[in-house]
């Protein structure tokens, strides 16, 4: 189990936006911090973090941990207050029933913020923040005194917290100073992200009046904005700008607001008559009319702690609890004196057949119930971190000049294969030149990619699948004669060639470099449908994989001629090293594998 100190540093990496930033501000070294996290993953079993442009962002499952961790470290705060409130402070629970979409964003801050402020004024009251908008509210803890709930749901059905404005939300490199004005914002092609109904329909309604038709509405998961944007640098996301906030995975993000001016509020409604509740409500106010804060959470009590106190209020004995924690009688007494000096007092008084609990241990019991049941309920609920909506995969293939190529074929039978075996999990398929993909990769934009030429520096498995590249060209201009073509013929030919990006170009380069040969092509092309219609159309020649066309090789609409010294393009599906592949991803990769083998088997284009 976990203790309360990394998910207090875990708190503060997701709502700075950096962890050197959340390293100064809770006191540790960057590598403690580092290695404070790692360890969390490993105990909680789920990845936390995922690498974006420039930086890292929360997962889904890092967004999950966040909405159930900081509650618990609200009730190690709440502990501690508690033993120190007095016989005469009025205690009592306030549930904050928040029905809003999560995105570690303004709210939440201020959330945060608005309970460790009251805490000194309400010692003796819990508030317990539950998103009931993502799962069942937890169930209210046995507490003495008034209990009251704080509803925070879209609309005016209470007090107006805040009228909430729709932005226009786009990735730029880090340091840039000239962001373009809203126009170029609203100009671009605009996503609108999974949101509530009620804000969905209300935009819908926005935009249909005012003639905005630009913008597509997607199955994407609001809180993952930043690996949205990252992967979609030229898109616009549209989103209430609550659900945004100066943390980690935003920093690139610049916004500019919807016109004409859309805003939808958020109010709060106050069930049961509790002065703390009210003053929630007004404070919950002032914080999100004032600027943005985070909250540093500094838990002083362990879960281990926590965990031999209700052991000494059930069995009344050291020695007893000693022996059912399993451990020697000195490291309970030793965690009983540190709890002591935490609360600044004697938590039980001694006699010589056992011990009775004072006061202030009878307060600290019920704090200590209230974290044993929240503790459970997170690893019982891990489930849950994979996010609100279904799994997601990325991958990425190589351009394709018609749907009925050698490697698109081979890729779409094993996503067939694949999706019987998984129909849970949501698969999206991008395209884009070699080097892009690799940068994808390694930025954890996408999970795998099929790509061409080995990577050395790259996690990586062969799909032992091999063709050597040829020269196209259209018979109508006689460019080609019968017979192989050498660099030095090639370098006479009029050439269209694919940009560098791609690796059909990289092995060309080399391989006609190895020859002392330069080939200057009279037009670059980073779009491979286009390469063939100019190729079609006029007196040019290009170089490709002759299993790329085979429609327009068999009708013979165009003529291949191999190249000698041959040049062979072999495919391979890269990963990130910095993680391990899920059961979905190897699955995939297996199936991947399989067709690229029967492939070989059945084609003679193939050795």
């Known amino acids: 189990m976990t203790e309360l100190r990394p998910l207090a540093y875990f708190a503060a990496a997701c709502q700075q936006t950096s962890l050197g930033r959340a390293a100064e501000v809770m006191d540790v070294a960057l590598s403690s911090l580092s290695a404070a996290l790692k360890s969390l993953e490993d105990d909680i079993g789920l990845d936390l973090f995922q690498r974006v442009q420039g930086g890292l962002a929360p997962t889904a499952a890092g967004q999950w941990l966040y909405r159930t961790a900081t509650p618990l470290l609200h009730a190690e705060a709440f502990a501690r207050s508690l033993t120190t409130a007095g016989d005469t402070a009025a205690s009592g629970y306030v549930a904050v029933d928040v029905r809003l979409m999560f995105t570690i964003g303004r709210v939440s801050k201020a959330l945060d913020r608005t309970i460790h402020l009251l805490q000194a004024e309400f010692p003796a009251t819990f508030f317990e923040p539950a998103w009931t908008a993502h799962g069942d509210p937890p169930e209210p803890p046995v507490l003495a005194g008034e ?5 925070i749901d879209y609309g005016r059905d209470g007090d107006v ?3 909430d404005p729709w932005v226009l939300a786009r990735s730029f490199p880090a340091g840039t100073a000239d962001v373009p004005a809203a126009d170029a914002f609203q100009s671009a092609d605009i996503a609108v992200p999974v949101l509530p109904d009620q804000l969905l329909a209300e935009l819908a ?3 249909d009046q005012n003639a905005i038709g630009n913008v597509h509405f997607t199955r994407e998961n609001a809180g993952e904005l930043a690996q949205l944007s990252s992967a979609q640098p030229g898109m616009a996301f549209l989103v209430p700008q609550s659900m945004l906030a100066a943390r980690l995975g935003h920093l690139r993000l610049r916004t500019r607001p919807l016109s004409p001016p859309l805003v939808s509020p958020i109010a709060a409604r106050v069930d049961g008559a509790s002065e703390a509740a009210r003053a929630f409500v007004a404070r919950l106010r002032d914080e999100l009319a004032g600027p943005e804060a985070n909250t540093a959470f500094d838990p002083h009590i362990t879960l281990r702690q926590f965990a031999y106190l209700r052991l000494l209020h059930s069995h009344r004995s050291v020695t007893v609890a000693a022996r059912i924690a399993n451990v020697a009688q000195p490291a309970v007494t030793g965690q009983l004196r540190k709890l002591e000096a935490v609360v600044g007092g004697s938590l039980f008084e001694r006699y010589r057949d056992g011990i009775v609990p004072t006061e202030a241990s009878h307060r600290l019991k019920a704090a200590a119930d209230i974290i044993e049941a929240r503790v459970r309920t997170l690893y019982l609920n891990r489930a849950e971190a994979r996010g609100t ?3 997601r995969l990325s991958i990425g293939v190589l351009p394709a000049v018609g749907y009925d190529g050698y ?5 779409s039978d094993a996503v067939v294969r694949w999706r019987d075996d998984h129909p849970g999990i949501i698969l999206k398929i991008v395209e884009a030149p070699n080097a892009t993909l690799q940068e994808w990769v390694q930025a ?3 999970s795998l990619a099929v790509v061409e030429t080995d990577l050395p520096r790259m996690a990586r498995f062969s799909l032992r699948a091999s063709e050597a590249l040829a020269v196209v060209a259209n018979p109508a201009h006689d460019l080609l004669p019968p017979g192989p073509v050498d660099f030095r013929s090639l370098a006479r030919l009029p050439l269209a060639l694919p940009t560098e990006s791609f690796g059909i170009r990289h092995l060309l380069d080399m391989s006609a470099n190895a020859a002392g040969v ?6 670059e092309v980073n779009s491979l449908p286009m390469l063939i219609s100019l190729v079609t159309r006029t007196a040019l020649c290009t170089v490709l994989p002759p299993s790329a066309i085979p429609r327009q090789l068999r009708e013979g609409e165009l003529i291949s001629r191999p190249i000698v010294p041959a040049v062979e393009r072999r495919l391979y599906v890269i990963y990130s090293s910095a993680r391990a592949l899920t059961p979905a991803e190897r699955s995939l990769i297996t199936l991947l594998k399989e067709e690229f083998a029967e492939a070989r088997a059945t084609a ?3 050795p």
């Open 518 to 523: 330069t080939l200057t092509p009279r037009i």
């Open 407 to 411: 490697l698109l074929t081979r890729v």
């Open 161 to 163: 917290l805040i009228e």
């Open 444 to 446: 954890g934009t996408i």
């Open 205 to 207: 309604r926005h935009l």
């Open 389 to 391: 909506g279904p799994a």
């Open 604 to 606: 003679s284009l193939l």
């Open 147 to 151: 209990r009251a709930r704080v509803v």
